[in-house]
């Protein structure tokens, strides 16, 4: 098993603001992400924290302190947890240089963001693979579609838990994710079934 953390900066946002430490409102939801977590990795499962990075080293410190004071969220730092750094829509960068890309910029790419092979080795031999965090209709379903196209082998199976999902933008939801999943065959999993297939 592989549970895959999209960019879990998005929990700690109220609207457009990132909240520093608990959400009242957000109590539900974290206490299962942080229960099925570490549920998972105490059942030996992989997990695989995608960390966001948009270049900007005081927006990132700033994240992981909201996360860092956040008590639920203290499964974040188990040294457990594999990090890895995607672009800001969820992807890994290329394994080699688009041509439009300077040199100069290539190197901080390369620098910043986990490539497409590094990303692949953690999808090999694992089964199901599973996807929570935010933002369901954009980062997690570009990670999840790519990973479907880009790493999915015969007999895998692709799921995400919309429970423990940010999800902002229902319409987007309803006429992109939804369809994208249903073609590609990437099924909605709640807690429970999740905790019936660990046991």
Known sequence: MLINIIHPYTYKLVGDTLNMGPVPEYTERDVGIAAVVNAALDKGAKVLLHRYHDGDQFKAML???ALALDPLYGFIFDPRITSVVTTPFGTPRPNAKPEPISAETWRAVEKMYT???ELEQHFIDVNPIIFIGGVLERCVTNIAC????????????????PELCVSLDRELLQKTTLPEFAKRDIKPLTVEQFRRRLL
């Open 63 to 65: 994240e992981q302190a």
């Open 115 to 117: 490539s497409d092979s």
């Open 146 to 161: 790519y990973a479907h196209q880009k790493y999915k082998k015969p007999g895998q199976e692709l799921f995400y838990i």
